[in-house]
């Protein structure tokens, strides 16, 4: 692989004592190093400040609606290097392939798709494109049938995803594992 990045990559043991702690989990759960961590770990507080988002952003959404949100933003940006990951998580919350693949259809109304996903998936669909009035319309309902809590945790996290599907294009990353659905990854 060629390293196009803008950054210089640090390995886990280079990253300043901080974000090496923070970091340590996600390290040893993987066994490797996140890219993005690897390349925004030139900050230290830059780093510091993403984690606390990307562990805060999405609480308290259940974890399917967070892979809802991650899957969704991330199909709108064609930021396979998140897509892909999240593909793997959908399956491990317990989403089936065909949920996965409904939500990456960006139709709310895929008959594979679930009255509480597709509320989810209008929200994230409608920010991540841009559609600030349809954003609006299904941050409301999703207010209504969720609650306001959910509901700002679910905008929070499309957020953080719009951000980091940005981020990732910008650092070239590339998908660390295959997509669900390439049959040469099975």
Do not use: C
């Not at 923070?22 to 993005?36: F, I, K, S, T, W």
């Not at 930021?79 to 259809?105: C, F, N, P, T, W």
Request: aromatic share 6%; no cysteine; proline share 5%.
């Amino acid at each position: 692989m060629t390293d196009t990045s803008p950054l210089r990559r640090l390995t886990f043991e280079e990253l300043p004592a901080a974000a090496r702690e923070a970091v340590r989990p996600r390290y040893e759960r993987l066994g490797y190093l996140g890219e993005v961590f690897s390349l925004v770990g030139n900050s230290e507080s830059s780093l510091l400040a993403l984690l606390a988002f990307a562990d805060g952003a999405g609480q308290p959404a259940t974890p399917v609606q967070r892979e809802v949100v991650a899957l969704a933003v991330s199909q709108v940006n064609r930021a396979l290097s998140e897509l892909y990951q999240h593909e793997q998580r959908a399956l491990k919350v317990g989403m089936s392939i065909e949920d996965v693949a409904a939500v990456e259809s960006l139709d709310p109304a895929h008959p594979d798709l679930d009255a509480d996903a597709a509320v989810v998936l209008r929200l994230a669909v409608a920010t991540a494109r841009g559609d600030w009035t349809a954003a609006r319309d299904a941050l409301a309902a999703a207010g209504e049938r969720f609650g306001d809590e959910v509901a700002a945790a679910l905008l929070m996290q499309t957020g953080y995803y719009v951000m980091a599907n940005a981020v990732g294009h910008v650092l070239d990353l590339t998908p660390p594992v295959p997509s669900i659905f390439d049959r040469d990854a099975t």
